[in-house]
T-cell receptor, first 115, second 110 residues
Framework: DVKVTQSSRYLVKRTGEKVFLECVQD?????MFWYRQDPGLGLRLIYF???????EKGDIPEGYSVSREKKERFSLILESASTNQTSMYLC??????????????FGPGTRLLGL | GEDVEQSLFLSVREGDSSVINCTYT??????LYWYKQEPGAGLQLLTY?????DMKQDQRLTVLLNKKDKHLSLRIADTQTGDSAIYFC??????????FGAGTILRVKS
């Protein structure tokens, strides 16, 4: 089974702190994604990566950066956390294949609190 | 731009059928997905349908696609309390960029 793990289920941070959210997948997937989930808004794509050291902006990249130094790990960084970044953060991965119906596999999420 | 809309809440009695509806705007969507999110968990793919199909059935799940009206529905037969969750509709052209609806909270009353 594909497994996508996120380093924390809950994180409590203060406004202005630097926050790291880590995601690891064990299926050698090329593509990895970071979303945030907010009530009434569904999931919105922050950043994604097609390969090591490659990244592309999603729909809401402002206030975030990412790092992909190893294939299995994709990190989301909040340089200076703000109150409007209180949210649930979901990581996903997907193999790069020609069959387009291959789905994204999601981690359990990290809820960022206390901003 | 792309947009996916769902009703936010549905309440049904155990044993009844549930129908969750979704509309989308991107006519180039190739794949349409239904995901389930149980409390405290990530998203789990329930089923998907190609845009050239009208219907797909998988055990208690039936997906109907009206491409002309850009309308997608998920029917859950014999709804159980374990089906209580948030259900997300999503569309994609290539499986990478997914556009999600806001999610429908399904509450099953015993």
């Amino acid at each position: 089974d594909v497994k996508v793990t996120q380093s924390s289920r809950y994180l409590v941070k203060r406004t202005g702190e630097k926050v790291f959210l880590e995601c690891v997948q064990d299926m050698d997937h090329e593509n990895m994604f970071w979303y945030r989930q907010d009530p009434g808004l569904g999931l919105r794509l922050i950043y994604f990566s097609y390969d090591v050291k490659m990244k592309e902006k999603g729909d809401i990249p402002e206030g975030y950066s990412v790092s992909r130094e190893k294939k299995e790990r994709f990190s989301l960084i909040l340089e200076s956390a703000s109150t409007n970044q209180t949210s649930m953060y979901l990581c996903a991965s997907r193999p790069y294949r020609t069959s387009k119906q291959e789905t994204q596999y999601f981690g359990p999420g990290t809820r960022l609190l206390g901003l | 731009g792309e947009d996916v809309e769902q009703s936010l809440f549905l309440s049904v009695r155990e044993g009844d059928s549930s129908v969750i509806n979704c509309t989308y705007t991107d006519s180039s969507s190739t794949y349409l997905y239904w995901y389930k999110q149980e409390p405290g968990a990530g998203l789990q793919l329930l089923t998907y349908i190609f845009s050239n199909m009208d219907m797909k059935q998988d055990q208690r799940l039936t997906v109907l696609l009206n491409k002309k009206d850009k309308h997608l529905s998920l029917r859950i037969a014999d709804t159980q309390t374990g089906d209580s969750a948030i259900y997300f509709c999503a569309e994609s052209f290539d499986g990478n960029k997914l556009v999600f609806g806001a999610g429908t909270i399904l509450r099953v009353k015993s």
